[in-house]
């Protein structure tokens, strides 16, 4: 069964504190700073927190000590980052090596050739968990036009697993295409329209 992550971006501390009162554990943000304070004021909750934004290098420090996971790590700078700032007496922080499926100019992760030298990176590093990939692949109408990129997630996922134990996660699929997602070998997907209703200004 595939992990729901609730996209929580824009939405108040109240907003997810009733959807977690609901029995959902865990939570994605795209902004640090939007972040920062709806994870301090549920703080007592016991939720868990994923940044699936894009993630700059100024920003790691707060990042690794904020997040449980990260889901968009696309560069070697960021994994040396992330790790030097991982305080000790947390868990180790989870990572998610984000690849740009359809090199997309306007999308921000790494080339799917970029993957394995990534992953051997983070899996070198202590205070990291390599647990798999991310991907946003073009969002076309035609849902079906979709589906070669989720195939070829699903074949890199494939590639990493043989290669580290620690892999477990193919994060992939939104509000829209979710049900194709997971047909493809998702086993997270990312869901905010679908449970918190449009975002304001969008219809």
């Not at 009733?18 to 902004?31: H, K, M, P, S, V």
């Not at 306007?106 to 070198?124: D, N, Y």
């Not at 073009?138 to 036009?145: A, F, G, N, R, V």
Request: charged fraction near 20%; aromatic fraction near 4%; charge should be neutral.
């Amino acid at each position: 069964m595939p992990r729901l992550l609730a996209v929580s971006k824009t939405q108040t501390a109240t907003a997810v504190a009733t959807l977690a009162a609901a029995g959902q554990r865990a939570f994605g943000e795209n902004y640090v700073q939007e972040a920062q304070a709806k994870i301090r004021a549920l703080a007592d909750a016991g939720l868990e927190w994923h940044l699936i934004g894009h993630l700059q290098s100024n920003k790691a420090e707060v990042a690794a000590d904020l997040f449980d996971w990260v889901q968009t790590v696309d560069r070697l700078k960021l994994v040396a980052a992330l790790a030097r700032f991982r305080p000790p007496h947390r868990p180790p922080l989870n990572v998610l090596v984000q690849v740009n499926i359809d090199d997309e100019a306007s999308k921000h992760g790494c080339a799917p050739e970029q993957v394995l030298e990534l992953a051997a990176a983070i899996a070198q590093e202590p205070r990291l968990v390599l647990r798999g990939l991310m991907a946003i692949p073009t969002p076309h109408p035609d849902l079906e036009s979709r589906r070669p990129a989720y195939r070829d997630m699903a074949v890199l996922f494939d590639t990493l697993v043989a290669r580290h134990s620690s892999v477990d996660t193919l994060s992939m699929g939104m509000s829209d295409d979710f049900p194709l997602a997971i047909a493809e070998g998702a086993t997270m997907v990312r869901i905010g329209t679908a449970l918190f209703g449009p975002r304001a200004g969008k219809p």
